[in-house]
């Protein structure tokens, strides 16, 4: 296990994000299911000395108004999901993100495929959810600092104002 960081290496990494379905819930809802696979081609599988983890996370953030939606204890419900309430300049938002983690190594060409199939219901007007990858951190302390950082949210803060990059993040709404 690398705990100080002599193995963390940079490499590239293939991210796709598919709109698997969407259905109006008759309430003034929608429940659109996303699935975003991130993983490594075969050829890259080299440039790795000891073996290779995935380290790219994900955030959500409101496009509206720049707040971070916190994926922590904080904002947890009891079954596992995350509750979010905030407010844009359409109107008060109430979101329920669900995700659920699998790994693939069946993709001919690629290795240590990871989906994450997320659920997320929220107003029928809403459009302003981004789902955000991040560059990694150039150094495995740069990557301790963020994960502490996002760990320790305990409310909404605008998302520019922490420590990743949205510029060069893969950014989907």
């Not at 690398?2 to 003034?28: A, I, K, R």
């Amino acid at each position: 296990m690398n705990t100080d960081g002599q193995y963390y290496n940079l490499g590239p990494l293939v991210c796709s994000v598919y709109l698997e379905s969407e259905e109006d819930l008759g309430n003034g809802y929608v429940e659109r299911v996303v699935t975003l696979y991130r993983g490594f081609t075969e050829e890259d599988i080299p440039m790795f000395t000891i073996g290779v983890s995935m380290g790219a996370s994900y955030l959500f953030y409101d496009y509206y108004t720049g707040v971070l939606l916190p994926d922590n204890d904080n904002f947890e419900t009891s079954d596992g999901s995350y509750y979010f309430a905030f407010d844009t300049p359409e109107g008060a938002v109430e979101l329920d993100i669900g995700v659920e983690s699998s790994r693939r190594n069946d993709v001919e060409g690629y290795r240590n495929i990871y989906a994450e199939t997320i659920t997320i219901t929220a107003p029928d007007w809403y459009d302003g959810l981004v789902l955000s990858v991040p560059t990694q951190a150039d150094t495995y302390d740069g990557v301790n600092a963020r994960g502490e950082a996002f760990a320790a949210l305990d409310d909404y803060y605008p998302a520019l104002d922490l420590p990743w990059d949205a510029e060069s993040a893969l950014n989907c709404r």
